[in-house]
């Protein structure tokens, strides 16, 4: 059985006391909410204060990105042995940071690994661009980015991977829940010729794209989707809350 995950994407939004704000409008409900793992995100300098304000919660704590290095001068950069210390996901290969800091297949490979090495739990990004999407690529460049992104990896024991279409990203246009449900299909059929057939059945993938409280459940009851990664809908308390209200009841009546 493959326990369902709502992970909140903040991006670059929320000062400090904003962070503090969003949380203390949903950790108490957002706690009561069983059989879905909830994972908040919030940026780097938050994690700290976040991570206090939800000890002893059944929230779960993720930065957005990770350097490969563990330490060096590498002037900027957070090491994965400094995010182990402070919560427990990461998400890696975001399209933004490919699109905006140039991160290639192979610095996602190395990021996996690294985090995979100090025990944090990759949240692992792929997905199509718009033309690649209209050029009917899906599935070839779905393919490569799962492959490249795990590339020297034995042990994929913590990974989840999200499924992100990058045009359904921010956009108000999420993928239709066939589209999602095929491409995660697709993911797992790769995961099986990688890693086998149990590491696929077991493995958690998300849908990424416009998620909202509006859409969530025709996503959720697609049998391939085990979760959504949410954006611009994590930073309103009522929606995500309702996103992980809605996802509980979907899977749970399975
Ligand atoms: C994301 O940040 O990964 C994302 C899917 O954003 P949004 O929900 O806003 O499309």
Known sequence: MRVPMIVGNWKMNTTLSGAV???NKMVRELDEIDS?????CPPFISLAKIGKLIKGSSIKLGAQNVYFAEKGAYTGEISPLMLAELCEFVIIGHSERRKYFNETGEIVNQKVMAALKVGLKPILCVGEKLAENEAGRTEEVVTGQVSSSLAGINDINGLTIAYEPVWAIGTGKAATREQAN??????RRIISKLYGEKVARDLRILYGGSVTADNATEFMQQSEIDGALVGGASLKADQFLSIVRQTAEIKQTR
């Open 36 to 40: 879905v793992d909830k994972v908040l």
């Open 21 to 23: 704000e969003l949380v």
């Open 182 to 187: 095929e491409t995660i299909g697709l993911i």
